[in-house]
């Protein structure tokens, strides 16, 4: 008699007929998985597959990667240019000449107008790097707005800006094998087995090896938080208390290193001082960790050998968001923890390309992490560029969420949409809609044509996506991967670069700066620009990037010439002493005094709203919310509610009830999980006319990221659930 497997049926992968394999990147998180599209005999991508000798991902993907290849055929791909006097008028199709010509003749008249900076320019995390060098040029070195950012203000700003602070740089210090390093892992506000599943996989199979223990901080029961030894359930928008009670336990305790502080380190005494008031049992009650946890998590974190602490969103998103940041490398550094293997400080990025923009975009300054502040950075890409060294703003401009208020107030009339959908992802959507009726002139230039926010627009311009494109994108352990082209974009839609390309030739009609045509020109280009600096690229190119299946930078000429491999992994910033990038090499430690002003719970709205994403899904669902096989695993908008409180309001589960915040209100279908405590819901983000009607539009001070995750609710029963399932649907929006 056969036992076991022998007895059941093999599993059986559909032959879809691949007759050949190509190498990209994944175009979704930050993770920077290799992945290989199959086209069958007809050239159609059929089938997606992880590449197994990457060291990213070792041939695995999880369920968006997996499904990647059917985005090519997504419905709602714009198709041609099109064009329109009013933006509520219908839609004319044109030509591409016409098209530009208008953003053209619209971008000139509004500057001069109402000057050069009433017209802004707002890009995203998802375009490849030479796409972002490219727009750059052309909009700091012709167009000249200072109001130019990218939407990776509302994922990425307050880890820039917190790395900034500390270090004097931004740029992860940290990789994915400080994993297989580790003695300890703190993971703050981070559900890697949903948000990032590959890293995750990474963490825990090194996990399973090493057996180091993982302590994660957040206010709901996350799938991370399950796995984790010891969980702490902070009380939402309190990191910086509970940062300061650990360091307030590790200095009282004489845990720190000393010898690592007064080589590495200023600002000591400053810090001591300020922790000095966060003494356990007093904080407790404002963070919500008793007080024993605390001082046990700051004793293991200080005596690790090693210990490694992450972030995501939890922290980003809050009114204390680049403190919380700044809080996390007190402790690193406080402690040793930068620059050696299993010991630094890595924020977990958010978009496949969100460094990308941060090293390249000139969003926040000048390519290559070079600062408008700095009058030689100025004179250095002026030179390069064969532009007038004055034409470029002495400091940066507003943040994206800040342009939204400035359209409001009438100081900005004018705005190029690229690759983003404000109109679903901006906090607090009805002023926002306000906003984008406002706007004398608004051109989108995106791949789909059925965004929420090309309705508002007069232009809209239909873009090639991921692989119909060429270029690299930068990954969260800033490792530069290569994305080539698949397939042909759909109909008359161009790759983002060749329209960049056409624009600037409408600006630069004396040629005096040159714009190649081809990424694999533009990243050489990039190359000499990042010569001497922190991420030094000139040893790369295209070429060598596929072969390597990415490499991590710094990688230089020098070490290309003199016969060193690019490295397969493991490479860090900060390990020598004070190699920091502020003057005299040594990092800032930051006294971080907690002010409390995030929207809290109150009477009227009792219950607290925290959002995030899914693991099936992709931000606003612009993409995923087309492909089937993702879709099905959450077609509607739902929250997380704890049963006693379903209990307590008589709410069934798939009941439909009613979420109302001071913003708008917003229908959702219950589905009860101890994953939440009974004051709060967690509410994913994705779907259209949702989350963000409730959210509240505070701004961190540093980074101006919105505090997504940190606002109040009440819940509303609904008696007619036929009428609100049918409103819940609108919502679904595809
Ligand atoms: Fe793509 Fe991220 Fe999934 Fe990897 S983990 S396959 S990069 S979405």
Same mark, same amino acid.
């Given at each position: 008699m056969l036992f076991g497997r022998s007895k059941k049926n093999p599993v059986r992968i559909a032959? @879809?007929?691949?007759v050949e394999w190509k190498y990209a990147a994944c175009?979704?998180?930050?993770?920077?998985c290799s992945i290989e599209v199959g086209l069958n005999a007809e050239g159609k991508a059929v089938a997606s597959r992880g590449v197994?000798?990457?060291?990213?991902?070792r041939g695995k993907l999880c369920l968006k990667g997996i499904f990647?290849?059917?985005?090519?055929?997504?419905?709602?791909?714009?198709?041609e240019p099109k064009i329109r006097d009013q933006w509520h008028q219908p839609w004319q199709p044109t030509d591409w000449d016409t098209a530009l010509d208008r953003i053209h003749d619209e971008i000139l008249r509004i500057q001069e107008k109402?000057?050069?900076?009433?017209f802004a320019v707002i890009s995203t995390g998802q375009m490849l790097t030479e796409e972002f060098y490219t727009l750059g040029k052309l909009t700091?070195?012709?167009?000249?707005?200072?109001n130019y950012d990218g939407n990776t203000t509302l994922c990425m700003a307050s880890a820039v800006s917190g790395y900034k602070r500390s270090f004097g740089s931004d740029g992860p210090?940290?990789?994915?094998?400080d994993f297989e390093h580790t003695d300890l892992l703190i993971a703050w506000g981070?559900?890697?087995?949903?948000?990032?599943p590959i890293i995750y996989w990474r963490m825990k199979e090194a996990q399973e090896k090493k057996g180091f223990p993982l302590i994660v901080v957040d206010p709901r029961v996350t799938m991370l938080a399950q796995n984790a030894d010891i969980h702490l359930p902070i009380t939402p928008g309190t990191d910086v208390v509970l940062q300061n009670a650990l360091m307030h336990v590790i200095l009282k305790e004489g845990l720190q290193d000393q010898d690592y502080i007064d080589a590495n380190t200023n600002g000591f005494e400053d810090l001591k001082a300020e922790v000095e008031k966060y003494d356990p049992t007093t904080v407790a009650k404002i963070c919500g960790i008793d007080e024993d946890t605390i001082r046990h998590v700051a004793r293991r974190f200080a005596s690790a050998g090693a210990a490694m602490q992450i972030w995501t969103m939890?922290?980003? *998103? &809050?009114?204390h968001g680049s403190d919380g940041v700044v809080g996390i490398n007190n402790l690193a550094l406080i402690t040793g923890n930068i620059g050696k293997p299993g010991g630094t400080s890595l924020s977990i990025t958010g978009q496949c390309n969100a460094m990308g923009t941060r090293e390249w975009?000139?969003? &926040?300054?000048?390519?290559?992490?070079?600062?408008?502040?700095?009058p030689e950075h100025r004179k250095e890409i002026a030179k390069f560029w064969n532009i007038?060294?004055?034409?470029?703003?002495r400091k940066r401009g507003m943040f994206q969420t800040d342009i939204y208020h400035a359209i409001e107030s009438g100081q900005i009339k004018g705005l190029w949409l690229i690759a983003t959908n404000p109109m679903s992802s901006l906090p607090n959507t009805s002023r926002i809609r306000k906003a984008m009726e406002k706007l004398e002139f608004c051109a989108v230039q995106d791949c789909?044509?059925?965004?929420? &926010?090309? *309705?508002?627009?007069h232009v809209y311009l239909p873009a090639g996506t991921w692989a119909e494109k060429e270029g690299v994108m930068t990954n969260t352990e800033r490792r530069i991967n290569v994305v080539k082209p698949i397939a042909e974009p759909p109909g008359q839609a161009k790759p983002d670069l060749w329209i960049f390309n056409r624009m600037a030739e409408r600006f630069n009609r004396e040629g005096k700066v040159t714009f190649p045509e081809k990424a694999p020109d533009i990243f050489l280009e990039m190359g000499q620009l990042s010569?001497?600096?922190?991420?030094?690229?000139?040893?790369?190119?295209h070429e060598l990037i596929e072969k390597s299946r990415g490499i991590q930078w710094p990688y230089t000429k020098e070490e290309k010439d003199s016969g060193q491999p690019p490295p397969r992994g493991g490479r860090r910033l900060?390990?020598?002493?004070?190699?920091?990038?502020y003057e005299d090499g040594r990092a800032k430690l930051i006294p971080l005094p907690f002010i409390d002003n995030n929207e809290v719970p109150d009477e009227k709205f009792p219950v607290w709203l925290n959002t995030g994403r899914l693991i099936e899904h992709w931000h606003g669902r612009t993409k995923t919310g087309k492909i089937g096989n993702n879709n099905k695993y959450s077609p509607i908008p739902f929250i997380e509610i704890n049963p006693d409180l379903c209990a307590e309001m008589g709410i069934q589960r798939g009941e439909y009830v009613r979420l109302v915040s001071r913003r708008s209100d917003a229908i959702v279908m219950a589905e009860p999980t *101890?994953?939440?405590?009974?004051n709060m819901v967690f509410l994913p983000f994705?779907?259209?006319?949702?989350a963000n009607r409730l959210t509240l539009g505070l701004l961190d001070p540093?980074?101006? *990221?919105?505090?997504? @995750?940190q606002s109040a609710v009440r819940i509303e029963k609904i008696a007619d659930q036929k009428e609100a399932a049918r409103l819940s649907m609108e919502m679904r929006k595809f």
């Open positions: 032959d @879809k007929g691949v175009g979704y998180c930050s993770t920077g197994a000798d990457a060291d990213v991902n990647e290849h059917e985005l090519f055929d997504s419905a709602g791909r714009g198709l109402y000057g050069r900076d009433s700091r070195g012709l167009i000249g707005t200072n210090p940290g990789c994915y094998e981070s559900n890697l087995p949903e948000q990032h939890g922290i980003n *998103q &809050s009114t975009s000139s969003c &926040s300054g000048l390519p290559n992490y070079r600062y408008l502040e700095i007038d060294e004055e034409f470029l703003p789909y044509e059925d965004t929420e &926010s090309a *309705q508002y627009a010569v001497g600096r922190l991420s030094d690229i000139s040893g790369m190119d900060y390990t020598e002493t004070a190699s920091f990038r *101890q994953r939440v405590p009974k994705h779907f259209h006319d949702c540093h980074s101006r *990221q919105p505090a997504y @995750k």
